[in-house]
């Protein structure tokens, strides 16, 4: 049975960095497309950033290019989401998921396994 997990939130100042992890269980990470999305209270859960099966091709949701970086290391059985000069409308809860496709992709109906989720919130 694969399962995710997600790492690595917290709380941290406006202008602030932090760095989730998301490590699989039960099969191989390079089986899968990873995603990370969030949700906020009150707010559907949305796309943040994808990356394709062999990690040479990602996407972004507009409001984090340039901020966030989304990576791999399938030896560790790892994705990451590198976030960088947070802002307040960054808190959400942060979740990872796993897609058999072997693009990055945005749909959530494209992903198979999700994890927990973990919380991010950014003060101001």
């Known amino acids: 049975q694969v399962q995710l997990v997600e790492s690595g939130g917290g709380l941290v100042q406006a202008g602030g960095s932090l760095r989730l992890s998301c490590t699989i269980s039960g099969r191989a990470l390079s089986n899968y497309a990873m995603g990370w999305f969030r949700q906020a209270p009150g707010e559907e859960r949305e796309f943040v950033a994808a990356?394709?099966?062999?990690?040479?091709?990602?996407y972004y949701t507009e409001s984090v290019k340039g901020r966030f970086t989304i990576s791999r290391d399938n030896a560790k059985s790892t994705a990451y989401l590198q976030m960088n000069s947070l802002i307040p409308d960054d808190t959400a809860v942060y979740y990872c998921a796993a897609s058999t496709y072997a693009t990055a992709t945005k749909r959530k109906a494209d992903y198979t396994y999700w994890g927990q989720g973990t919380q991010v919130t950014v003060s101001s």
């Open positions: 990356i394709s099966r062999n990690g040479y091709s990602t």
